[in-house]
Every structure is written in structure tokens, then in C-alpha cells.
């Protein structure tokens, strides 16, 4: 695991989105995994200044989220679908039919599952997959004791992971309770990960994914089994 510690969450936006810029540009063909959730914010934002003043091709660039919670249309303001359109898509001249969110409202969810690992194979493995990481070492919706050899699945979220997430909803009521998420066996077919960490709050489980027993306990920690991962952090985090 390389990490690079940068002073505050402006420069990890920064650092990171100049990263994703890099790739897309030396790239004929590309398919990044993103997240959604406050730290990519600003990334994202960075990342569409650079590739609209650059007038970047965006036609042969893929993008396959890492999550979407169970019962949300895309339309809901506090669906992953309408974040990534609001925060990114829309901002950037990606066709919007090379992007890609679970659908949370799928009938048969286990099917819409193991459709979107079938997707992702389907467009040839993810190269570059950027993600952020919870206080719980959750990675995409992996919470602890999640199997290392799942695929795409539902999951139950933890207490800890709806309560930091109910900043979006109106009330903590409202925060769905399941979500649909990339698996930590589909992810760690990636051939490089960029993983964003700022603020105090991330700072045990950042300390336990770089130095710490790898565990289901700690989804995160499977990382250091992967051949190309950059962790960008702020001092905060490390
Ligand atoms: C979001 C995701 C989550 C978040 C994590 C941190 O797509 O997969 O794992 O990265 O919950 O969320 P923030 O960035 O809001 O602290």
C-alpha cells in the first residue's frame, strides 16, 4: 500500500482528481469505480474543472458506482443515482449511458446483483476504482464481518454507517436500512484503487487498514492484500 499524506481534505481532493485525470487522458478506453458519500465531494468537483477545460473525451470513459440503497429511485435526492448526477455527471460531458449505479428498486435484488458483476465483466474489469472508507473500516456498504469472497449483494447497514449517513435525509427514520453494494471479491479485481481519507473521525480505521491484522472484521483491511493501492489522506486521518 503506497500512501500519500497531504495537509488538508482540499489537497487530497486535489491530488486524487488529478490522478483520475491522468488515467482518463492516457486511456483510449476506460472504467473507474466511484463512490459517492462527502469525500469525494470536492474531488469530483476538481475532476470536472479539469477535464472540461481540458475538452476531455469523455465517450469512451465507464463508470460503475460502488453502491445504492434499497428503496431509493434514482430521483431521490438522497439516492447514490441523483448524487453522482448532481455532484458529476451532469457536469461533465460523459454520455450518461456509460454510467452505471446498482438500482435500488429492483424487483429481485439478487438478480440485479449478479447483473452488475456480470456488467462489470462485461466491460472488461474495473481499472481504476477510487472509494472512500467509514469509521467502521466499512468499504463500499462491506460492513464488518462481511465475507471476502462476495460478489455485488445486499446488505444490511450498521447502526454507525445510518447514523453517519443521515445527514442527507430529512430524519434518521428515513435512512433506508439496506443497500445494494459492490463486493469486496469484485473489488479487489480492480486493477488499482485510489482510497480517500480525511478528518479525525477516519483515523482508527485508516491506522487498522495500514497496520492491522487483515480481518472481515475491518473490510478495509483486505487492501493490503492488493498489489496497487494509493491511500490519500490528510494528516487528520493518519
Ligand atoms: C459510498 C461508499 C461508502 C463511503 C463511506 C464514507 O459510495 O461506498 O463506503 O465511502 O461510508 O463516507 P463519507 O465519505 O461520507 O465519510
Do not use: W
Not at 163 to 188: C, I, W
Amino acid at each position: 500500500m503506497d500512501t500519500i499524506k497531504v495537509n488538508n481534505y482540499d489537497e487530497m481532493s486535489k491530488k486524487c482528481a488529478e490522478k483520475v485525470f491522468e488515467k482518463i487522458s492516457s486511456s483510449n478506453r476506460v472504467v473507474l469505480g466511484l463512490p459517492t458519500g462527502g469525500t469525494p465531494e470536492k474531488m469530483y468537483d476538481y475532476l470536472a474543472e479539469m477535464l472540461n477545460e481540458n475538452g476531455a473525451d469523455l465517450s469512451n470513459v465507464y463508470t460503475v458506482n460502488l453502491d445504492e440503497y434499497v428503496g431509493l429511485s434514482g430521483e431521490h435526492i438522497a439516492s447514490y443515482r441523483n448524487y453522482m448526477n448532481t455532484v458529476f455527471f451532469d457536469k461533465v460531458t460523459i454520455p450518461k449511458e456509460n454510467t452505471n449505479v446498482p438500482n435500488g428498486l429492483a424487483e429481485d435484488l439478487k438478480k440485479e446483483a449478479s447483473a452488475y458483476d456480470q456488467l462489470i465483466e462485461d466491460l472488461g474489469g474495473i481499472d481504476l476504482m477510487v472509494m472512500g472508507i467509514g469509521r467502521n473500516g466499512h468499504i463500499a456498504f462491506n460492513e464488518p464481518g462481511t465475507s471476502f469472497t462476495e460478489g455485488t449483494h445486499v446488505t444490511d447497514l450498521t447502526e454507525d454507517t445510518i447514523e453517519a449517513n443521515s445527514r442527507y435525509f430529512d430524519a434518521y427514520e428515513d435512512v433506508p436500512k439496506q443497500a445494494l453494494t459492490m463486493g469486496l471479491h469484485t473489488m479487489m479485481k480492480s486493477e488499482a484503487i485510489i482510497l480517500l481519507a480525511s478528518g479525525e473521525g477516519k483515523k482508527d480505521a485508516v491506522e487498522k487498514m495500514i497496520n492491522g491484522e487483515v480481518t472481515e472484521e475491518l473490510p478495509a483491511s483486505i487492501l493490503q492484500k492488493h498489489e496497487n493501492v494509493t491511500v490519500i489522506a490528510d494528516e487528520d486521518a493518519l
